[in-house]
């Protein structure tokens, strides 16, 4: 789909010179003379931008008088003034009123195009941006959960926004680091403006290269996140070269563009990497520049107490998540979950929660034939020694102490090692489940 540009100017020849230029590159344009016909094609057309000129009949203010008026009724045009050499402060004066640049006459082509390029983009990245304001974005997820983790989470990234300091995110696989990325880029100054995310992870790097730090004409995504913020996603994947460019960029605010030179942007870096990665492999300049606020998220299987409020999370929401009506799990099933290990994480459970009410469809409640293989399978493997074939073999009561011994170690780790926790959900006093588990261990020690 074509960009549409409305070119405003009483100079026949300037019109059709635009028009020429900017048409050959693809644009469709809409060239008027005068205002009546300015606002007319503003009723009917939806324009990405507008070229404006200052001196439209005998009144040398005519152009800022109707850059108010778009101002007022389609704020968020770009509007280009195009200026002669007299009325330079003039123009300086309206891109203080809100218009995106201005281009002096005569004009230079590449000046010209670089110009329209460079607005549209940013257009174009605002309408994304305030639909992304707009759209149910899942970042409520952010404080689901009963871990301490979570409970200080919230209050760790609204520190975070409350600054332009950089942020780097220690996450694992399907944590939602992009999320809270965005948590704070909305909680900050720079709200208004784009939030971009760009994967770093990629084999063909001399094209990351391009994307991120752009080339001749074309803006790269830290300069087109000017003022807003950049999400760097897997940033320990950045080769060498765009590494040390990123570094030069932090250092110096600027960054270097084949024929333009150096172009100087205001852009906010927030990343993350994979703990898993072998940091010795990473500019240490760069993670020193980039690591000044730190956050560690660890896995679902390290805070377990977490788990069943995100189950709880995905399935209560499950008309606006995936379309599906919302479906409890039954007791068996919330307690395979409970255990499972998540390897993918937050992801995975928004994935599996999906999957299972698909399964269930036809069910009142999601019961254990519903969940993915995977997850019964691993608990069966987990709690082979629940197995009643291996107790059958003891006297009652060294099967007793065996199965006790085996269940309350199961629910321990199922609470994530939280006594508390899970003395609740045994029925048993705290003080007595300690009593119980010394006395289970001093009993299995006699009887070995």
Not at 332 to 350: H, M, S
Request: charged share 30%; hydrophobic share 40%; with cysteine.
């Amino acid at each position: 789909m074509k960009n549409n540009i409305l070119i405003i100017d009483d100079d026949a020849e300037v019109r059709s010179l635009i028009s020429d230029v900017l048409s050959d590159e693809g644009y469709e344009t809409f060239p008027v003379s005068n205002e009546l016909e300015a606002f007319s094609n503003l009723k009917k057309t939806e324009f990405d931008l507008i070229f404006l000129d200052l001196w439209i009949g005998d009144d040398e203010s005519a152009g800022l008088k109707i850059l108010d008026k778009i101002k007022n009724q389609y704020a968020g045009i770009p509007v280009v003034i195009i200026s002669g050499h007299g009325t330079i402060d003039v123009a300086v004066s309206a891109i203080q009123n809100g218009a995106f640049d201005f281009i002096e006459k005569p004009f230079v082509i590449d000046r010209l195009l670089l110009t329209a390029n460079q607005a549209i983009e940013m257009y174009r990245l605002r309408k994304e941006n305030l639909k992304l304001r707009n759209k149910r974005v899942d970042l409520e997820v952010i404080g689901v959960g009963k871990s301490q983790f979570v409970t200080s989470l919230k209050s760790t990234l609204d520190k975070a926004a409350q600054t332009n300091s950089r942020v780097f995110i220690e996450t694992y696989p399907g944590m939602g680091a992009e999320n809270m990325a965005l948590y704070i880029h909305r909680q900050s100054v720079r709200k208004d403006y784009p939030f971009i995310h760009f994967n770093c992870s990629s084999d063909a790097k001399d094209k990351i290269e391009l994307e991120l730090f752009g080339r001749d004409k074309t803006s790269g995504y830290l300069e087109k996140a000017n003022f807003g913020t950049l999400f760097l996603d897997n940033v320990t994947e950045l080769s060498q070269d765009s590494q040390r460019r990123l570094l030069q960029y932090i250092q110096e605010g600027r960054i270097y563009i084949e024929n333009r030179g150096n172009v100087y942007v205001d852009t906010r870096i927030i990343c993350s990497h994979n703990a898993n990665f072998d940091m010795s492999e990473f500019n240490r300049d760069l993670f020193y520049r980039l690591n000044i606020v730190h956050i560690k998220i660890p896995e679902l299987r390290d805070r377990r107490e977490d788990i069943l409020p995100l189950i709880d999370y995905y399935t209560a929401n499950s008309d606006s998540f995936f379309g599906l009506k919302s479906k409890s799990f039954t007791d068996e099933c919330r307690a395979i979950l409970q255990t499972y290990e998540w390897p993918g994480n937050i992801y995975q459970i928004k994935s599996i929660v999906e999957n299972s009410l698909i399964n269930a469809l036809e069910d009142v409640q999601i019961t254990k034939k519903d969940l993915p293989a995977e997850l019964t399978a691993s608990t069966r493997d987990k709690f082979t020694s629940l197995d009643v074939s291996k107790l059958i073999a003891l006297p009652l009561r060294e099967a007793r102490s065996a199965f006790e011994t085996d269940y309350l170690k199961a629910q321990i780790e199922r609470f994530s090692g939280n006594i508390s926790r899970t003395a609740e959900f045994v029925g048993m006093e705290r003080s007595a489940l300690h009593r119980k588990l010394k006395s289970l261990k001093e009993r299995r020690s006699g009887e070995k």
